[in-house]
């Protein structure tokens, strides 16, 4: 493996395709948010608000890669960051839980319908081709570097992917056949979603989303 100053050359990709994602997901906080305002989509809403966890959480894989990329495994300094790093995602991922299923219920009683949204639908479809091409190329990045928490969130923008996909079917679901309850019902389920990472990052012993597949 080489190297740039004495630090892995892919631990320096790793760090650059985090800071990528950043300034995607920052953008798609804005817009989505924007966009699911001005259709009152709550989808759209909820997917901005996804996103701004997955900038929170690339935040907080930048500071778990930290300064010392050759940390060994087992060190108790590594450890206690991985802990912690599991613990902060897990504590974003359980308030975004909470919020969406509470909006996401009361808008199917009271019948909230969204208007439809074109602009949502093909940034959407873009944001899907993205995040699926930083995910494939995060996951081999976090087998090289043997990083668990580096993988953990590779694994959350293969979800963000799926989560764009859902939520793309809806509004098109929504501005082909006028479906409104497909808007809350995504939202909803990124909720249920946001849920169960955040049960597995705050218990990193039996965490599911440290798998790397």
């Not at 997901?25 to 924007?34: P, R």
């Not at 300064?67 to 300094?77: E, I, K």
């Amino acid at each position: 493996m080489g190297s740039v100053a004495g630090v892995p050359r892919d631990h320096q990709t790793g760090r650059h395709l985090q800071t990528a994602t950043i300034f995607w997901n920052s953008g798609e906080v804005f817009i989505t948010i924007a966009l699911g305002l001005t259709s009152g989509s709550l989808a759209l809403v909820a997917f901005g608000l996804d996103s701004l966890i997955e900038v929170f959480t690339s935040v907080v894989v930048l500071w778990h890669m930290g300064t010392s990329p050759t940390a060994a495994r087992g060190d108790p300094t590594s450890n206690s960051r991985d802990d912690a790093a599991h613990r902060l995602v897990g504590i974003a991922f359980a308030t975004l839980s909470v919020y969406l299923l509470v909006v996401s219920t009361r808008a199917l009683i009271v019948g909230v319908e969204p208007d439809k949204s074109l602009p949502g639908i093909v940034y959407l479809a873009a944001t899907a081709v993205v995040m699926l091409a930083l995910a494939r190329t995060k996951r081999g990045i976090g087998r090289r570097l043997d990083n668990k928490v580096f993988l953990a969130e590779a694994r959350m923008t293969q979800l963000d992917a799926y989560l764009s996909i859902g939520i793309l079917t809806s509004l098109s679901t929504n501005a082909l056949w006028g479906w409104w309850w497909a808007d809350p019902i995504a939202a909803a389920s990124i909720g249920v979603i946001a849920f169960s990472e955040a049960r597995a990052s705050l218990k990193p012993d039996n965490a599911a989303w440290l798998s790397d597949t």
